[in-house]
């Protein structure tokens, strides 16, 4: 029963046509949680008993880190599937997160330094976590370099979804690198046990971003997926319906 | 307003991060629909030469 | 028909050949090591040579050099057999290609790993580093250089036969690096203090374990996948 789903979503025609139906579905409410997040984020929260109104980038700032590691999961996970199964869309899907995910390593990287300056007096650290966070960002260019420098499609996907796997210790690294080492970066806030140890009306606007942000990372992917699968799909009959229909 | 705008005088490091996510979000919707786009023009231009072609 | 060779018995034959090749051109593998030990003395005439300053300098002089000369060793380790074909035979062989390729990353490391950790002494004590620190300091480049010839060898699989490999080679294998590089040059920098390493030492060599277990595995399903 589920052998069938699975392979149904495989199939290329069926992913092209249920990627555009749950696009907008991913997209509106992405849109709306992060109007919403960033007026709660913005306005609505109190200002902070330590940094004042600079702690704001985190409304910023922390969606885009997660963002960041979940494409790379995703990317990884489709790849995994793409070498077990052979799987053409599987591997579509992990080519389309690697921009998105590398263009939240770098506003990650970027706020993240931003952030830095004001409050600890410095933009970059070599602590674990920004080392971590960059070596994800090569990780990124590393994948899209070889899939860039290998011609034969089939050669690029098995050979970056391995580099992908390979890559995958990095991210424990990242999320725990807080607990293992001391560092400038603050421990775990929102994942302890127990309460969270910020006020709620500070909370409620971050897990409003990072929900936007993660329809967000969907919405996206399905539309590049898309795009994808018909170019590696080229010249085959359900690709002239599809295109031969109007839009 | 001032204060907000100002952001307690963090402004130079507040604003420009927002904004470049805010670039960031747009230039992923503008890049994933036109590579959709021309993934969509390239199979029908290749469909009009198969029918007209050989 | 002779009868078939088992796998120890073939990595055995493998090291033994990969050794006598490398030997009739110790030119070539004498290269990495010579880039060692100009990187190591380029930073001092880069930077003000006062003996302080410059042991201050001394781990990451030490671990940059490491890296860049281990990123140019491992052009050698898959290029020729790759070009030769002997790569897809010992593919087709039916014995473990894991197995294999971790035989030819022992030779590699031998030969272009070994010689630092040999010449590190020289190179640790020109950068300022007391005569005390230098048996800490080059068992650190032996657990990282065996680390690095690991991880660098999955790279060079993926890389195989593709034109520019080089420039991409070491894009793709320096985030892996890191670890090592950051673990090593602090357990450099605590020898070279003359503080006991224990720490970063242990992490190391946990880490050139777990390369030596899985990026053979890893490396041979690049290097089928390059081969097809």
């Known amino acids: 029963?589920?052998?069938?789903?699975?392979?149904?979503?495989?199939?290329?025609?069926?992913?092209?046509?249920?990627?555009?139906?749950?696009?907008?579905?991913?997209?509106?409410?992405?849109?709306?949680?992060?109007?919403?997040?960033?007026?709660?984020?913005?306005?609505?929260?109190?200002?902070?008993?330590?940094?004042?109104?600079?702690?704001?980038?985190?409304?910023?700032?922390?969606?885009?880190?997660?963002?960041?590691?979940?494409?790379?999961?995703?990317?990884?996970?489709?790849?995994?599937?793409?070498?077990?199964?052979?799987?053409?869309?599987?591997?579509?899907?992990?080519?389309?997160?690697?921009?998105?995910?590398?263009?939240?390593?770098?506003?990650?990287?970027?706020?993240?330094?931003?952030?830095?300056?004001?409050?600890?007096?410095?933009?970059?650290?070599?602590?674990?976590?920004?080392?971590?966070?960059?070596?994800?960002?090569?990780?990124?260019l590393g994948y899209m370099g070889l899939r860039a420098a290998i011609e034969d499609t089939a050669r690029a996907d098995r050979a970056s979804a391995v580099l992908a796997l390979v890559g995958v210790i990095n991210l424990p690294i990242i999320h725990y690198s807080v607990d293992w080492w001391n560092s400038l970066h603050q421990g775990h806030t929102l994942l302890k046990m127990g309460k969270a140890s910020m006020p709620a009306s500070m909370l409620v606007p971050l897990l409003l971003m990072m929900a936007g942000f993660t329809l967000f990372f969907a919405a996206i992917l399905l539309v590049r997926a898309r795009g994808e699968v018909l170019r590696r799909e080229r010249g085959t009959r359900w690709v002239g319906e599809v295109v031969g229909e109007a839009t | 307003m001032m204060h907000w705008l100002s952001m307690g005088g963090y402004w130079p490091f507040v604003w420009p991060s927002y904004l470049l996510t805010l670039g960031v979000v747009v230039l992923n919707i503008f890049l994933a629909r036109r590579s959709l786009r021309e993934a969509r023009s390239d199979a029908r231009r290749r469909l009009q030469m198969q029918r007209s072609g050989s | 028909m002779s009868k078939p060779v088992s796998a120890l018995k073939a990595g055995v034959l493998l090291v033994r050949r990969d050794l006598r090749l490398a030997l009739r051109r110790p030119g070539e593998w004498l290269q990495p090591l010579v880039f060692f030990l100009v990187v190591t003395t380029l930073f001092p005439l880069a930077t003000n040579p006062e003996m302080s300053r410059l042991r201050d300098m001394a781990p990451a002089a030490l671990w940059v050099a490491a890296l860049l000369s281990s990123l140019l060793a491992l052009e050698l380790l898959f290029r020729e057999d790759g070009q030769d074909g002997t790569l897809e035979q010992l593919a087709v062989s039916g014995l473990p290609l894991s197995w294999l390729l971790l035989a030819k990353t022992c030779v590699h490391w031998l030969l272009t790993g070994l010689p630092l950790v040999l010449v590190a002494p020289l190179a640790a004590t020109a950068l300022g580093a007391p005569y005390a620190s230098i048996p800490g300091v080059s068992a650190v480049l032996l657990l990282g250089g065996v680390a690095l010839s690991l991880i660098g060898a999955v790279g060079a699989g993926l890389t195989l036969g593709l034109r520019r490999g080089g420039v991409l080679l070491a894009l793709l294998v320096l985030p892996l690096a890191v670890p090592v590089l950051i673990f090593g040059a602090r357990a450099t920098a605590l020898a070279i203090a003359l503080e006991p390493t224990t720490g970063p030492v242990y992490l190391l060599a946990a880490i050139a374990v777990l390369s030596a277990t899985l990026a053979p595995l890893a490396a041979a399903a690049a290097v089928r996948i390059s081969l097809e």
Request: with cysteine; net charge positive.
């Open chain 1, 1 to 140: 029963m589920a052998w069938t789903w699975f392979h149904k979503f495989g199939s290329p025609p069926h992913f092209y046509r249920l990627a555009g139906k749950l696009t907008p579905w991913f997209a509106w409410p992405a849109l709306l949680l992060s109007l919403a997040g960033l007026y709660g984020g913005l306005v609505s929260a109190p200002m902070d008993y330590q940094q004042g109104e600079g702690y704001r980038i985190i409304y910023v700032h922390v969606p885009a880190a997660v963002l960041s590691t979940m494409a790379y999961a995703t990317m990884a996970a489709a790849a995994g599937v793409g070498l077990i199964w052979r799987m053409n869309v599987a591997y579509a899907v992990a080519a389309s997160c690697a921009a998105i995910g590398a263009s939240f390593t770098v506003v990650a990287l970027v706020t993240g330094s931003l952030w830095g300056r004001p409050m600890w007096g410095t933009y970059w650290e070599w602590d674990p976590r920004l080392t971590s966070e960059l070596v994800l960002l090569f990780l990124y």
